[in-house]
């Protein structure tokens, strides 16, 4: 059985930093891409960044150069360092796990909320 767990939210301050943690169970993640969405309050849910299995990395552009995210196969493990956080960065963070075909299942966690405020 797959499972996205996602850890590391919380509520900082403008301008600190925060960073996300995705331990995937189940065998999918070496062949998986692997992202991070944010569902803002009262907005859609967005792309914020994406880890392909390549190494090539996507990023929304409000994020690029304060946000990196990077994939450890080791441990399964995705991760988004968030630095100079703003309020708009507000919302519950989701970890997707992106099937490298079509027909296969995607999988999603179950979100981390992250507040940003002063």
């Known amino acids: 059985q797959v499972q996205l767990v996602e850890s590391g939210g919380g509520t900082v301050q403008p301008g600190e930093s925060l960073k996300l943690s995705c331990i995937v169970s189940?065998?999918?993640?070496?062949?998986?891409?692997m992202g991070w969405y944010r569902e803002a309050p009262g907005k859609q849910r967005e792309l914020v960044a994406s880890?392909?299995?390549?190494?090539?990395?996507t990023y929304t552009d409000s994020v690029k150069g304060r946000f990196t995210i990077y994939r450890d196969d080791a441990k399964n493990t995705v991760y988004l360092e968030m630095k100079n956080v703003k309020p708009e960065g507000t919302g519950v963070y989701f970890c997707?796990?992106?099937?490298?075909?079509?027909?296969?299942?995607?999988?999603w966690g179950q979100g981390t909320q992250v507040t940003v405020s002063s």
């Open positions: 880890a392909m299995r390549g190494g090539f990395n």
């Open positions: 189940g065998s999918i993640f070496s062949a998986y891409d």
């Open positions: 997707n796990a992106e099937p490298p075909r079509r027909g296969m299942p995607d999988y």
